[in-house]
């Protein structure tokens, strides 16, 4: 079974595919994770946004491997785990200009369909699952919350990570990410006519994981 979930920065897709996994017995995929490694790569080997030769280059050398290590995902970038790295602001800042790339976005959408292999049940979250990658998904749900509320998630599991950031600044950026994020030319985040909406703003992570377990339920 393939559960496909979209949804702004925010929404708490990470930690409800987190629960899908622990609790039903899904492999979760976080694909943000993965543009988010490649954001890391780019800006260490200093490639500009518009270096169609070195991006090239860089996506045939570079390996992106997620992998579950006592119940956390990690991401690996060619073997190193970058888990942490990839959750700066500095990457934040990048990642929606580096993911609106075509070239980037035709190898991670090939990354992420070959990954369907992997397990019987998967659920896998980012912004073009329902729409591009899995558009035949088994449940397909787009989760959402008021910018104002999930600037407050973030900036709290900002805080609790010692990151040195405002409220207001992780406000400015999730407002520009969601603006950049749905105009995107290819992959743009967008609602499709057979997902299920499920807006979290007054939910607690335990009630929304309810709500979609649910639906789930009602799909198997
Ligand atoms: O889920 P996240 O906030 O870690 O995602 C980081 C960025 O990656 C997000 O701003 C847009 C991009 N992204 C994407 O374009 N397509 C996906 N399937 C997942 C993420």
Same mark, same amino acid.
């Given at each position: ?5 979209d949804?702004p920065?925010?929404?708490?897709k990470?930690?409800i595919?987190?629960?899908i ?7 979760r ?9 490649v954001?890391?790569k ?6 500009s @946004?518009? #270096?169609?030769e070195?991006?090239?280059?860089l996506?045939?050398n570079t390996?992106?491997?997620l ?6 995902? @990690? ?6 785990d970058v ?5 700066t602001p ?7 200009p580096v ?22 049940n998967i659920?896998?979250?980012?912004r073009d ?11 397909k749900?787009?989760?959402t919350?008021d910018?104002e ?18 409220y207001?600044?992780?406000l ?7 603006k ?7 992959g743009?985040?967008k ?7 499920? #807006? ?17 339920e009602?799909?198997?």
């Amino acid at each position: 079974m393939i559960i496909a979930i979209d949804g702004p920065a925010g929404a708490g897709k990470g930690e409800i595919a987190k629960l899908i996994d622990e609790r039903l017995n899904f492999t979760r995929i976080d694909t943000g994770a993965m543009y988010r490694a490649v954001t890391l790569k780019m800006i260490r080997n200093d490639i500009s @946004l518009d #270096d169609e030769e070195g991006i090239k280059e860089l996506l045939e050398n570079t390996n992106i491997e997620l992998r579950k290590k006592n119940g956390n995902l @990690l991401i690996l970038l060619d073997g190193e785990d970058v888990s942490k790295l990839i959750r700066t602001p500095e990457v934040s800042n990048l990642v929606s200009p580096v993911s609106s790339i075509k070239q980037i976005r035709i190898k991670m959408v090939d990354l992420q369909r070959n990954m369907k292999n992997i397990a019987e049940n998967i659920v896998m979250e980012g912004r073009d699952i329902t729409t591009i990658v899995f558009p035949d998904a088994d449940v397909k749900i787009y989760l959402t919350a008021d910018v104002e509320e999930r600037a407050k998630r973030r900036y709290k599991e900002m805080c609790e990570a010692d990151m040195k950031v405002t409220y207001e600044e992780v406000l400015e950026n999730i407002e520009a990410r969601d603006k950049n994020d749905m105009q995107k030319e290819m992959g743009a985040l967008k609602i499709t006519e057979d997902a299920i909406v499920v #807006d979290n703003t007054n939910m607690s992570i335990e009630e929304t994981f309810e709500t979609i377990n649910k639906i789930i339920e009602e799909r198997r």
